[in-house]
């Protein structure tokens, strides 16, 4: 049962990122059937104001001893930096279950709770995390992870995903609905953050530019490496070994990588059915679209035109 959270703050803390966290645990809704939570807020000086990430500041009214105490230490965004104060993750080490959103989670990987544990951050930040802690194990394409006592979460709007499921896990659906209804969100997302990716559509190459180029102008073509080896004037074998060496992939990867982007532009900008988005991009059947963009987007062309849609 999940009866007390606090929430560190340091130099750099991002208001969002927070404002989720004060939203989802700091707000009492007993009115609504959700039970009470002991909620602190805490600073390393307690009363003394905290700078945020966007020229605001804010004052905590606990320190960080607080946290020991805590059923829940939720971490927010904030700067990443070479160190953070020793009484924090001292604290974090020894909570008893810890929650982070977006790029909190270096602070639960400078304090060692990702080692060895199946854990996620923004998108843009799953690199770096991965290089600082090799021992965690960076899942970049989902929206939180739930591992126990250590959950970590993606950017921004995920981290409502993540402590939603807390209090779905420690309170009941019942409670987490209600807190779902107040803030006006879904419950419960589906897919995962691949789908707010930002992907280049077509990568820089060599010698081998102009037949990509030609392949993203005829997308809708059947192309086979002895054909694109054809238009590149090169042997089957001199091709698939450029090709590999030039793009890091082999060109089917990478044709159906485009495909799919191309499948994304058109469910964005267009109302064309899934089966003509289909024929228009090369797949042939909306069957194999469906297949090829959840595997590249992580969800299905109608839930992705539902976010995405320019309307």
Avoid at 297 to 303: H, M, N, S
Wanted: charged fraction near 20%; charge should be negative; aromatic fraction near 6%.
């Amino acid at each position: 049962m999940l009866r007390s959270v606090a929430v560190p703050v340091i130099d750099g803390v991002t208001p969002f990122e927070f404002g989720v966290i004060c939203e989802v645990f700091g707000i009492d809704r007993t009115d609504e059937g959700v039970p009470p939570i002991d909620f602190k807020v805490c600073g390393e000086h307690p009363g003394k104001p905290v700078r945020t990430s966007v020229g605001a500041s804010l004052i905590a009214d606990h320190g960080f001893d607080a946290l020991e105490s805590a059923d829940l230490v939720a971490v927010a965004a904030c700067q990443v930096r070479d160190g953070y104060p020793a009484a924090l993750l001292d604290a974090v080490a020894n909570a008893k279950t810890v929650l982070s959103v977006c790029s909190g989670a270096f602070v639960l990987g400078a304090a060692g709770r990702l080692d060895g544990r199946p854990c996620t951050t923004h998108w843009r930040y799953v690199d770096e995390l991965a290089e600082r802690f090799p021992e965690a194990q960076v899942d970049p394409d989902v929206l939180f992870v739930d591992d126990g006592d250590v959950i970590t979460s993606a950017g921004t709007a995920a981290g409502i995903d993540a402590c939603l499921h807390v209090a779905r896990r420690e309170l009941g659906a019942t409670a987490a609905n209600a807190i779902a209804r107040r803030m006006v969100v879904a419950p419960q997302r589906e897919g995962g953050q691949r789908q707010f990716i930002v992907q280049p559509s077509a990568p820089e190459a060599d010698s081998l530019q102009p037949t990509l180029a030609w392949m993203m102008e005829n997308l809708d073509t059947e192309h086979t490496v002895g054909s694109l080896a054809r238009h590149a004037r090169m042997s089957e074998r001199t091709f698939a070994r450029r090709f590999s060496a030039e793009t890091g992939t082999t060109p089917h990867r990478w044709l159906t990588t485009q495909r799919v982007l191309r499948a994304r532009q058109l469910l964005e900008e267009t109302n064309l059915g899934v089966e003509a988005i289909a024929h228009q991009c090369g797949f042939g059947t909306a069957a194999l679209l469906r297949h090829h963009f959840n595997s590249v987007v992580g969800v299905a062309p109608k839930d992705y035109r539902r976010s995405f849609a320019h309307r």
